[in-house]
């Protein structure tokens, strides 16, 4: 499909720049394609209302890190420059994938020293060597240090990576630390939050438990590509970055049985979507999983395990909005987001949410 086919236009004022207070606060539009109305405007604390005793939620349990990182370029026969990288994937315990800018300027074999104030580390700075480069300024960081000790210097000279809509309006503050970051993190690699999550509170933990709601927890840490425009005119040429996650064996076990016996499996976020897509035989089963996936869903694909969605809203032409078209069709999900800025939801991370009926369910 054109990429044009899921663009629109948003006002700079939709953007919300810091999450509802209390979190459960925000505004849900619940998006049924088959019922009469479609669209109905209530609160994200309303949603054990919409579910039924039995059901699964599934959450990604995935954690933020201070994934963004400045340092100064140094290469033999040339001054130091600065850079900036944002890790986005781990391959080894001292390896990282990173977008690096400015990207060009930056070789095989330079050296990067990261908080090179002096505090990262005993030896006075956090150092890099680039090993690999791609495209879009994509670079393979070998780090000096490696595993719990590297994780420790990430956390010093670090910053929580602000989406680029959110960057470039404010600088990150003490707040995003905890902002950024659902109440259920645990699983530390995301560069990324699963933001649909952000919403949940105690509270609402509670009244989902009084319903008979199951909670079940997958990990996918989340890279810094979901961020990425997709350049390509047609959906059949944009390349998806891979991200790392796996479903235990518990888990898959658990959602199957609520399938038997014909309770729904509801993703909140669609990263945890991603996963179970990915975890799901075409007989509808799902199995333990573990590894990168890069899978694309864009309208035509045939959802095998995930009933419902709850998840923010998207940028234009984004592979998310391309997603959330696929589960409830693209002029159902255009009428949503036009509604929804005609009516003032909070567009993007810290904004609102909505619940996503499957278009054939």
Known sequence: MRVDFFDFDLPEESIALRPASPRDSARLLV????????????????????????????????????????????????????????????????????????????????????????????????????????????VTLRFDLSGPALDEAIAVVGHIPLPPYIAAKRPEDAQDRKDYQTIYAREEGAVAAPTAGLHFTPGLFAALDAAGIERHFVTLHVGAGTFLPVKAEDTTDHRMHQEIGYVSAGVAASLNAVKRRGGRIVCVGTTSLRLIESATAEDGMIKPWSGATDIFITPGYRFKAVDMLMTNFHLPKSTLFMLVSAFCGLETMRSAYSHAISTGYRFYSYGDACLLFRTDK
């Open 31 to 138: 998006v049924r394609p088959e019922s009469d109305p479609v669209l109905a405007d209530h609160r994200v604390l309303e949603l054990p209302n919409f579910l039924r005793a039995g059901d699964a939620l599934v959450f990604n349990d995935t954690k933020v890190i201070p994934a963004q990182l400045e340092g100064i370029r140094h290469r033999e026969g040339a001054g130091g420059q600065q850079v900036s990288a944002t890790l986005h994937m781990r391959t080894a315990p001292d390896v990282w994938k990173a977008f690096a800018k400015p990207g060009k300027r930056i070789k095989i074999g330079d050296r990067i020293e990261f908080g090179h104030g002096g505090n990262a580390c005993l030896l006075g700075a956090l150092t890099a060597t680039v090993e690999e480069k791609g495209e879009g300024g994509e």
